[in-house]
């Protein structure tokens, strides 16, 4: 806490500080311009990623992945992810905690790679 020196008005500069101000969302990435997101963001979550794979949007936050196709919604938060593994060359399996398997078919093996890729690196950051 800093007080004002002789002669400056206001109050201590924590005041200034708020909590939005420590952790700045990061920069949203987009494979297209024209994609938008998907769900309502709740408080304090900040969508990182947004791209589509076959009839999909896909979205990951540093809360949650969101998976958006034509008729129906996935909708699963990243502390629930025990992992997420490319298998038979076109199919990413997002294991649960709760004992549930997620199956997503992609287009090729290295989108697979590419969207476990980046389930790693949202579990790593929103673990700190």
């Not at 809360?63 to 076109?90: A, G, Q, T, W």
């Amino acid at each position: 806490l800093s007080l004002p020196a002789q002669g400056e008005e206001g109050p201590p500069s924590l005041e200034y500080i708020q909590a939005k101000d420590l952790f700045p969302p990061k920069e949203l990435v987009k494979e297209e311009e024209s994609l938008q997101v998907p769900f309502t963001v709740l408080q304090g979550e900040g969508v990182e990623y947004l791209g589509h794979a076959n009839d999909a949007v896909i979205a990951i936050s540093n809360y949650r992945l969101h998976i958006k196709f034509k008729d129906s919604v996935i909708n699963v938060p990243l502390r629930m992810m025990e992992s997420v593994e490319c298998r038979d060359m076109f199919q990413l399996h997002i294991v649960c905690k709760d004992s549930k398997v997620i199956r997503y078919p992609v287009y090729c093996c290295a989108a697979a790679a590419g969207w476990e890729q980046l389930w790693w690196l949202s579990l790593c950051c929103c673990s700190n």
